[in-house]
Every structure is written in C-alpha cells, then in structure tokens.
C-alpha cells in the first residue's frame, strides 16, 4: 500500500495503477475509520482494480473549532484496516498542501449548502464541496463512493459533480449500523456511555416513522415525539424533503422522501437519515 503524504506522490501513485491498466475508484474520509468507512472501500473494491482512499480533516467544514481540535484521530489504526483490506493508495496530506497560503476559491452549491443541516451548520457544506472538489483534482477517480448517512452531502455531491462536468461517478453506499441501529460514525466514539446508549432513539425515530407512515407532517409529529421520550438528545435539525432533489414537500406524498434527523448528545452532533418511499409511489 503506498501512503501518499503529498500531492506528487499521490499521482506517481494513481499514474502507476493507470499505467498498469487499473480502474481507479476514490473513498474520501476524515480518519478514524469503521465498519461504515469499510463498507465504502469494500463497495469500491467490488468495482475498481485499484481503491485510493484519502485521510485528512477537513478544517473548512468545521464551524467551531473545538469541534475541529477534538475530532478522534487514529493514523496508525486506519492504515493498518486500509493495509488489511488490500487498499492501493492512502492520500494523508497537510493542511497546507491542500489548501496553500492564499488560497481563496471556494466550491458551493448555492441553494443545497444553505438548506436543512447546512443552516444549522453554516459554511458546513461549503468546506465539504470545495475538499471534495481538490481531492477529486488530485486523484482523478473513475468514481468515488459516499455514504448515505449524510444524505444532504451525497445529494450536494452529486449536484457539483453535474454543475462542474467532473467526468466520475457518485456511487452511493448503505449506512452500516451498530446492533442496537444506531448509525456508524467517527463521532460516536466521543459520546459518553450514557450518551452512547441514548442515541439510539435516533434510528428508533426512523422506524417509528417508516412504519407509522401519513402525511409529512403527521411524520414530523411522530419523530418530535419520539425524540422528546430521552432527554439527553436535544433534536437540532428535522428536515422531510423530496428524496432527490430535498424540495420541500407537504401533505401525503406520492414521491421517495428522504426523512433527515440531527441532534446533539452530550454537545455530540449526530445524524440519521432514512429514504422512504410511500406505498405506490414513484421512486
Ligand atoms: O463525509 C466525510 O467524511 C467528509 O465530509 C468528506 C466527504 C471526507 C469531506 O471531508
């Protein structure tokens, strides 16, 4: 496994994989990787010879910085899952390779970055479409794989990569959950147990209202309640769109819905997503 700590490296890399005739697919994260972030470098072995999955915190997409300073880190724990899995290239750069003194061009999705989790979250999506946006510059992926966890980033993802011509694919990727459903991510390490063990009712809120079903706003109700039945999560996004293009929808709908959850734990944000999509109704 080559591990790539600056830019040329990388693309020695990547042009050596090509050179030997290799499909290359991108799995881009920020570290402390999971079962969830293995399901994408599985879902990217299954379709390319050669997987480059790049590590780097982005602090762009960080609104505080205490959220950025204590984000978990374990570098020599994920090269050694990437090595395992039979990964041929990690991309770790710096801060400072990605983003040079001076550097002042950003990437936005104009109306998608400020809607939903990215108006609790301002400037949230804007960091991520401009990482995005260099690392698919850096590696030139035939595709990269995203979860569908953060269904308002995969959604701006794909809208970037239209609006820009980027010439790869967006392969979505299932959530992968814990036993008990809560959904994987980095951050669910910093919850305390009690926190831990109380986030669950996120994905509870998700069954809850996929089996009840009814209008939008007869599901909005049902996961206000089930929310509220543990008090140590504080509900701070609640957003049921169209699935596609997250539109705003009202009433019984006939289309997919994506139902979108953020709350915190403990100061911990977390998010939940489920695409539903009514009996009957188009996909
Ligand atoms: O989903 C993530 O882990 C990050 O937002 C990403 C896509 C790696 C960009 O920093």
């Known amino acids: ?42 879902e990217a072995q299954a379709r390319a010879e050669a997987v480059v999955v790049s590590i780097f915190v982005n602090p762009t997409q960080f609104g505080d910085p205490k959220d950025l300073e204590s ?47 990215g ?37 701006i993802i794909r809208t970037m990569v239209r609006d820009l011509h980027f010439p790869l694919e967006i392969v979505p990727v299932p959530t992968v959950r814990e036993a008990d459903g809560l959904a994987m991510s980095s951050r669910n390490a910093r919850l305390t147990p009690e926190d831990r063990a109380a986030a669950v009712v996120l994905s509870r809120a998700l069954d809850a209202v996929e089996a009840a079903g009814g209008s939008v706003e007869q599901m909005a109700e049902k996961i206000r309640q089930v929310i509220a039945t543990e008090p140590r999560a504080t509900l701070r996004g609640l957003d049921i769109t169209e699935a596609r293009t997250l539109a705003p929808v009202t009433g019984h709908s006939k289309a997919s819905l994506a139902v979108m959850i953020s709350a915190e734990f403990g100061g911990i944000l977390l998010i939940d997503q489920r695409e539903i999509t009514p009996q009957g109704a188009s996909t």
């Open 119 to 155: 108006a609790v979250r301002p400037g949230h999506y804007r960091g991520v479409c401009t990482v995005v946006a260099k690392l698919f510059n850096i590696v030139q992926p035939d595709f990269a794989c995203f979860g569908e966890k953060d269904y308002q980033q995969l959604q």
């Open 71 to 117: 984000y978990p880190r374990n570098t020599e724990g994920d090269l050694e899952m990437l090595r395992e899995a039979g990964v041929q290239a990690v991309l770790m750069p710096q801060v400072s390779d990605i983003y040079p003194e001076g550097a002042e061009t950003i990437v936005e999705t104009e109306r998608l970055a400020g809607m939903l989790h």
């Open 1 to 42: 496994m080559d591990v790539c700590t600056t830019i040329p490296d990388l693309r020695r890399a990547v042009g050596g994989l090509r050179a030997g005739g290799s499909k290359v697919g991108l799995v881009p994260t920020m570290g402390y990787l999971h079962a969830g972030h293995m399901r994408l470098v599985a």
